[in-house]
């Protein structure tokens, strides 16, 4: 975790899978980093264009073939919401899911 927190010190993110979010306080010249819960009935939301900048390594145009293929999939269509022609917002944990199940029929 701390690992993490060295090498996207500068992107301002957090990592998804955390149940924790680090709260960073400057004291007396020492910064002293505070774990807060993530409040577990909370779902965290993204656009598609914003999507690879939550997953790294994601680009653009395989976040919005993703996002496609997910909301023709039945199992995961939950997770794209539509409120305009322009807009879709995907939730992140279900969008996890969706790529976790690519990943173990990708062979099959």
């Known amino acids: 975790m701390f690992e993490w927190l060295k090498r996207n010190r500068q992107r301002k993110q957090s990592p998804i899978t955390a149940r924790y979010v680090i709260k960073e306080e400057l004291k007396g010249g020492r910064t002293i980093m ?29 976040a919005a073939k993703y996002v496609s293929e997910m909301y023709q999939d039945p199992e995961f269509s939950d997770g794209v919401i539509k409120p305009t022609q322009k807009t879709t917002i995907v939730i992140i944990s279900r969008f996890i899911d969706f790529l976790r199940k690519k990943d173990s029929t990708k062979f099959k």
């Open 34 to 62: 505070e774990l807060t819960p993530i409040p577990q009935d909370v779902a965290f939301a993204t656009t598609t264009q914003k999507l690879p900048d939550v997953i790294l390594g994601l680009g653009k145009q395989q």
